[in-house]
């Protein structure tokens, strides 16, 4: 299983792109901390913006627990800065 | 009560906020806070800030935030808009207006809500270096 997870500000600028692919043995459904696992392993790139990161699971925040599925929209959310 | 969030394209510029300040008989404090961009970041100027925003997601976090503290603090009313994209130097990126019985509610609600849109709402912004 393949998951394209969402960047945006700084991680999206130091990564060059606007995702990145966590790959994840077939069937296997991967937690939401699995996720930011994979991300700092494959991704060494995005380190620095994934201290206290969480990810959003079809545009809500997710627990680290909760379990990935095809076809789920996963985005970073690291590093927010409005106002 | 009223609560109010919205993200607009750009600046946040007055016509945003047109209708937005309805005031009541129990309102005895209204407190208006703007974020403003500013020149310098840390030691390098900078021309504009590029807000990007996780859409709808964003604009939904703002509001139930805005919904989150107005229940907390007790508010009369609030409204909070955010820029999206370009805002250049000297132009407004957020409004953020609460209104309570008394200024102490107030003033707690706009420490809060700024501390929590930092955290909560997934909107960055990109220095464009002069």
Redesign the interface.
Known sequence: MTIDV?I???A??AAGSDRLRVRFADGESPSAGEVLAALAREHPDVGFALGGARL?VN???AAAETRIVAGDEV?L?A????? | MTVLARIVGGAVTPACEAGVFARGEGIGAAVRFE?IVRRMEGEREIVALD??T?D??AE?RLKELAGEIAARHGLRGIAAI?GRGRVAVGEV??VLWVAAAHRAEALAAVEEF?DR??????????PVWK
């Open positions: 969402l945006f500000g700084p999206a600028s959003a545009q809500a925040f985005a959310i590093l927010v800065g409005g106002g | 974020g807000y990007q996780y709808p997601m939904r955010h990126s957020f700024i849109l930092k955290r909560d709402v997934p909107i960055w912004k990109i």
